[in-house]
Every structure is written in C-alpha cells, then in structure tokens.
C-alpha cells in the first residue's frame, strides 16, 4: 500500500486526464465544427467588449471635447446658433425632481406590495393577479405608459395636476404627470428585488420573532425591513437608473419646452409641479438631428454627463450587490434588465 | 395622529393596508388597459379590425386627420396601419436574429469559456450595455452610424435606383436593425447566462466523463439543456424591441414607407417607421381627435403584444421546471 502511494503518478499516466494537460494539444483532436464554435464565442465575447469599449471611450473623448463648467451650470436659451443656446442646467434639475418624484411614489408602492405578497399573500390567487399585474407594467413599453398618462391625466378628475392651456383645456402634461408614469417604470425593478430578498431571509428569523410574541407588522417593522434593507437600495438605484434613462415619457408628458417652465398663479412648488420642463434625456433628444435644435455638441455634452450618472448608479449597484455577500451579482443585474 | 402611528399596529389593519396598496398598483394596470382601449374605441368603430391591413397612402391619412377639427368628419378616421406595423416587425425580426446568435455566443463565453478575470469584466460590460440609455444608442446611431452609412456603404446607383419613390438619407433599417440589436443583446446574454449558470455541474461531468471536449459538451448537453431559457430570453427582447420608440424615431428615417424586399440590397437602407416610433413623432397631434385615437390604437395594439408575449414567454418557460433550471 505504502509503495502505491509514495511512488510519484509519472506522466504517461496523467496523460488521460483532459483538463491537467495543455489546451493546445488536445484541441488538435477537435472536430472543425467545434473548433469553429469556440472561436465564434471568444469573438462574440470579445465584440461585445469591444462595442461597450468603443462606446465608453467615444462618448468620454466627445463629453471632453465639449463640455464646460458653464455649460453644466447655465440655462437653455432660445438660439439659433450653438454658442447662444445656454446650458443645460435645467433639463438636470428636471432629472432629478422626476427622479424624486418619481422614487417617492414607486418606493412605497413597490415595497408595500412586496411585503402584502410575502408575508401576507391571502387570498393566494389575489396574490398571483398583483404579482402578474406588476409583471405586466415591467413588459409595457414605455411610450405607452406615457400615452396612458396623458389619457389619465386628461381626466377632469385629475386637472389640478397638470398644465392649463390658454384656452382652459387640460393639456394632462406637467412634472407631476411624468413623475406619476415614471414611478410606473421604477416600481418593477424594486418590487423584484424587495420581493426576492423577502424570500431569501431564513424562516427561523421570522419564527424567533413571532416566539417572542412579536406580531407579523412587528415582525416585518424590526426583523425584515432591516433585513432586506440593502435589497432596497439596490431595487431604489435600479428604479433611478431606469427613471433617469427613459425618454418617451419625458418627450411626451413635459413636452419639448427646455426651460423649467412654472404653471403661473399658484405656490411656488406647486407651480413647477403643475409646470413643463425637460430632463437631460429629452434634452439630448431635442438638440440632436431628430429633434428641432441642430446642436449635437450639446447633445454630446449632456449625453456624457448621463452616461456619467450611469456609471455611477451601476457602480452603487455592484458596491452592494458585493456588501450583499450571499447574493450572487449576476442575479441582480438580471433583475436590472427585465 | 402620528403618536398612533407609531404604536404597533394590530395585524388585521396592517395587513389591509398593506393588501390595498398592492392592489393599487393592480388597479392601475387595469386603468391602463381600459384607458387606451377606451381612446382607441373609435379608430375600432370605423375601421372594425381592419385597420391592422393594408389600403391607401398611410401618411395622406395622418395628414388627413391632423386637419380636421375638434368635430372630425367618420371619413377622417380612415385608418390603415399595415406599413407601420409591416416596419415594427421587419426591425424586430431582424434586429432579434442579429442579436440571438451574438448573445448565446457571449453567454457560452462567459460562463463556459473565459478565464476568470475575463469573465468578471464581460459580466460588468453586459451590465453597462444594458445600463445604457436608449436616447445615448439613438444619439450615436443618428450621429455616427447614419452619417456613415450614407457616406460610406451606400452607392449612388443605390440612390438612383429608387430616386423615384424614395430618398435614401444614411438613416433606414440596416441603422436601426444595428443599434436595436446591441439594444437588446444584453438582456438576452443576461438571462442565457443565469440558465446556463443553473444546469447542474454533474451533467457537464458526465459528458466529459463520457469523454467528448468541452465543446461538444457545451454544444450536446448545456446549450439543449438551456433552450427553454434561450426562447423565453429572445422572447423578452422581442418585446424590449418592439416598444422601442426612441432609437427608432432617431435612425429609421421617419417615413411611411414599406421598404420593399424586391429593391435587393437596396432595401437595407430603405426609410421606415415602427408603430412605437409612429406614436413619438405624432405626439403633438394628439389634441386632433382621430389622430389621438390612431395612436392610442397603435398603443394598445403594442400593449397587446407585448401582453401576448410575456404570455408566450411564460408558457415556454414551464418545461423548463421539468430540468429543475431557473431562467
């Protein structure tokens, strides 16, 4: 016995085993079909780097090229020249308060109907329709999200909302309308994400508490809610980088006006809310060839200063997916995406 | 009233509470439904459902309906979408077979084939691609990809073989095809790599035990294994790509024009418009009431289809439990 062990396998033996010896060799027993395949996937990986590349460092050498401080920090002029035309100052205000508009009502909505599913769920088949009902949302495109806000902010019902045209028509466009739509598109990602880290925390977790004689709120306001609370910022952080990235609902709910217009006559929030305006995606629509104003400098800019944002959110993303150690970080950016 | 909110609610109220907000959210969804169908009601009224075929010039009935009043006349709700929707499904189509080979491949890749440190960076490109903005591939597309193509890729006896009925301008389906394609490549590799990721370690062991390469193996066990997941992921990017208005209303062209299959190579480049991208550029139309209930028949007929597909991709889904493999 003591020999079997102590005598060194020599090489002829390990000869038989695929994976101790060299990739090269054995790839000369492959048949041309397979060999081709494989070069196929290392060129459809390495074309997918490569276009993310080109896109990364063609959108930074433009933004370089073209933005400057005062372009971040000026208004939008009405110009006919792209020296005359001002900043984009307010399309990046207007980013934000939809983004927070947006976010107030989604987050709610997207972690109540979460914990209702988990830890409720009764009636189970009531249970099933919200959840298909969300995953509807998630499939709508967002074009028709928009026309569904102008459909419903066109009601009488709902007039206080939005802008008042000359005539008294309502028009069913302000940042309140856009804001309301976008935090359809930012409530999916959330409730996926809240949903699931719902799942994963342990029973045993939930059946301490109740041992205790905690109820089930209690037990969801002390146990769960900071259990899953890092799946929360994920989900809020998808939703904001969904928020920030549509465009249709912009182009369509706050019109193409540049400047943050105030409705006039009212409080001064409640008229920017009632009001029209931009957001730096519909800013970047409307400078280039296929909106009205042809300044694709400008356009450039603001694109860099989106992409910039991008960035940051998908690097918040992956910052907690990898603070989350026991979720894996594909799973999430699988969520991100559908 | 905030003293008794801090206290611990009874459950019962809690779980209302809680119940009628996720019901909200339903609601909405369901006011979303009827709303648009509501709107689209008349285009339905006079056209019955023919309005999805062929018939007259599409654009001289979109200019048509613009020019009528508050009060618009039946014969202005005339209504024939065929070379719209003919465009949705050319860019879909196409764009989704550009994309499905690119993905699977990447997804082998990734998960198969890269070294490690490869891997890590392919994941987060996959993740920035799908982080994108649409409105970004749309600037890039009409600003790089639209000038190229009309300076570089199309002849002029191209252009002066179909002088007569259209103008060929850089912008048309070969752009839009491209950046859509690159649009939804990510969500597929995304999905195709979280399947394949999930087939059970043993099965690849038992092919090379069986004594094929690795490729074989990919090839006769994990890709068969994964097919449903490679349905249901072409199927979810179907419906991204068919509710892209944006990059669609950038690079297509903008024109009611069918591009025509007989022009040959020509009709790559040929101008066209989706039903998506059709709502975008007639947005501010909608105050002209038989052009509102047109687009808002486009809309449902989008969220019909995006409804009928994320059925579809459900049902695809459900052998898949058979496997054992999430997707």
């Keep these: 016995m003591s020999t079997l062990v102590s005598h060194p396998i020599s090489a002829a033996d390990r000869s038989g085993i695929g994976p101790r010896r060299g990739r090269g060799s054995s790839m000369r027993t492959w048949r041309w079909s397979d060999r081709l395949l494989l070069l196929a996937a290392w060129a459809a990986g390495l074309t997918l780097c490569a276009i993310a590349a080109a896109i990364v460092l063609y959108m930074g050498y433009r933004g370089i090229q073209y933005l400057s401080p005062e372009l971040i920090f000026s208004r939008p002029q009405a110009s006919l020249t792209q020296a005359g035309s001002g900043g984009f100052l307010d399309p990046l205000l207007g980013t934000m308060l939809l983004t927070v508009i947006g976010v107030a009502i989604a987050a709610p909505l997207a972690i109540c109907s979460a914990l209702w599913i988990v830890e409720y769920g009764r009636p189970n088949w009531l249970a099933r329709v919200v959840e298909s009902g969300i995953e509807i949302v998630a499939g709508t495109p967002d074009i028709v999200i928009a026309f569904f806000g102008l459909a419903i902010f066109q009601l009488h019902l709902l007039s206080f909302a939005s802008e008042t045209a000359e005539g008294g028509g309502v028009t069913g466009r302000s940042f309140l309308a856009a804001g309301a739509m976008m935090s359809l598109i930012a409530l999916p990602p959330i409730f996926v994400t809240v949903r699931d880290g719902l799942q994963t925390v342990p029973s045993h977790m939930r059946e301490a508490a109740f041992a205790l004689g905690k109820t089930r709120i209690a037990t969801i306001r002390r146990v769960l809610l900071p259990g899953v609370r890092s799946n929360i910022a994920t989900g809020v952080t998808l939703g904001v980088s969904r928020i920030i990235a549509d465009t249709a609902i912009v182009i369509v709910l706050l019109g193409s006006t540049l400047r943050i217009s105030p409705q006039p006559g009212g409080a001064p929030v409640l008229g920017v809310l009632k009001g029209l305006g931009s957001t730096l995606t519909s800013y970047i629509y409307e400078n280039s060839p296929a909106g009205e104003g042809g300044a694709p400098q400008k356009a450039y800019a603001a694109a860099f200063v989106l992409m910039l944002f991008v960035l940051a959110l998908n690097l918040v993303v992956e910052r907690i997916s990898r603070a989350q150690a026991r979720s894996s970080g594909f799973v999430t950016a699988v969520e991100g995406i559908v | ?327």
């Design chain 2, 1 to 327: 009233m905030l003293s008794r909110l801090r206290n611990p609610w009874p459950d019962h109220r809690a779980e209302r509470m809680l119940g009628a907000v996720a019901l909200f959210a339903c609601l909405c969804v369901l006011a979303m439904i009827a709303l648009v169908a509501q709107r689209a009601w008349p285009i339905f009224a006079h056209n019955g459902l023919s309005w999805l075929g062929s018939g007259g010039s599409l654009k001289a009935q979109i200019e048509t309906m613009l020019a009528t009043s508050a009060h618009p006349p039946a014969s202005a709700f005339y209504f024939r979408a065929w070379p719209i929707i003919y465009g949705t499904l050319l860019i879909t189509a196409l764009a989704v077979l550009l994309a499905l080979p690119l993905s699977v491949l990447s997804a082998v890749f990734i998960v198969e084939l890269a070294p490690l440190r490869m891997r890590r960076v392919t994941v987060r490109v996959v993740r920035l691609l799908a982080s994108v903005p649409s409105v970004v591939w749309g600037l890039i597309g009409i600003l790089v990809l639209v000038p190229f193509f009309d300076n570089h890729i199309i002849s002029p006896s191209e252009r002066t073989s179909v002088e007569g009925t259209v103008q060929l301008t850089g912008a048309g389906l070969a752009p839009a095809v491209l950046v859509l394609a690159v649009m939804i490549t990510p969500i597929m590799v995304a999905l195709t790599c979280d399947a394949l990721g999930a087939v059970p370690p043993a099965w690849r062991e038992g092919a090379a035990a069986l004594g094929v390469n690795r490729m074989r193996a990919i090839r006769a066990v994990t890709l068969r294994a994964v097919r449903p997941a490679i349905v249901a992921a072409t199927v979810l990017a179907t419906a991204r790509a068919l509710g892209e208005a944006i990059v669609i209303s950038m690079v297509s062209g903008s024109n009611f024009f069918a591009p025509r299959p007989s022009d040959g190579l020509t009709f790559l480049f040929e101008p066209l418009r989706s039903l998506a991208s059709t709502i975008v550029d007639y947005h501010e139309g909608t105050s002209a009431p038989a052009l509102s209930a047109a687009l808002y028949a486009c809309a449902l007929l989008l969220l019909f289809s995006a409804f009928a597909l994320s059925v579809g991709g459900y049902l695809i889904k459900l052998p898949m439990r058979k496997y054992q493999t999430r997707g």
